[in-house]
């Protein structure tokens, strides 16, 4: 998960600073009637759209990521009487990891609406005085995004060790019930309630 985490979050990140490369190449487009610039103003529309997207993507990677090995976690630990100490760790990583995700997509919901606010193509009155919050904000908040998917990180490292020390714990009380277990040093790790889980 760490790597496929890793690789989505600079995906969105370049997107945003490609995005927001563009926007300040254009500039101001209240007044502008070439074409040519105009569509680089559509361009730079569809770009910011294409970014939020991502990193409301990458952050719902993490919710989904903290939501599934949860439950994972806690039928686990309950099928084969582990410490509870277990779920409460897992529970911990994820209370640690939501907030940032939570805070990551608010902030992308923002930049499109001072983005909205400030387009002149909405033919809204007023939309020029929004040109430079939705500059400031804009680069604000992707400093902001970017710091919030940093921020993720451990928590999702440390979920990845718990589920390491779960299946080693299931190893353990399979061979000492004499059960079967999986050889040590595969991919694939132990066969659990809810079937194997791959590393990642």
């Known amino acids: 998960m760490e ?3 890793t690789r989505a979050a600079l995906f969105a990140l ?3 600073a490609a995005t927001a490369v563009l926007g300040l190449w254009l500039g101001d487009l209240h007044g502008v009637t070439e074409p040519a610039v105009l569509r ?3 361009v ?4 910011g759209v294409f970014a939020a ?3 409301v993507l990458v952050n719902s990677l993490t919710v989904t990521y903290f939501i599934g090995t949860g439950r994972w976690c806690r ?3 309950e099928a084969y009487g582990l410490d509870d100490k277990l779920i409460a760790r897992s529970a911990r990583l994820k209370r640690g990891a939501f907030p ?3 805070l990551g997509t608010l902030a992308v919901v ?3 609406a001072l983005g909205g606010a400030a387009d002149p193509a909405a033919g809204r009155r007023g939309s020029r005085d929004w040109v430079t919050p939705h500059l400031i904000g804009g680069l604000g908040l992707a400093a902001a995004i970017a710091w919030c998917f940093q921020a993720q990180m451990p928590a999702i490292r440390g979920q990845q060790r718990l589920i390491d020390d779960i299946v080693e714990e299931v190893r353990r009380e399979r061979l000492a019930r004499g059960l079967d277990v999986e050889p040590e040093g595969r991919d694939a790790a132990t066969t659990t309630v809810g079937g194997p889980i791959q590393r990642s």
């Open 3 to 5: 790597r496929v985490f």
């Open 14 to 16: 370049t997107l945003l």
């Open 40 to 42: 680089w103003g559509t």
């Open 44 to 47: 730079h529309r569809l770009s």
């Open 53 to 55: 997207l991502s990193v």
């Open 75 to 77: 039928e686990v630990v």
């Open 100 to 102: 940032f995700a939570l």
């Open 110 to 112: 923002a930049i499109v």
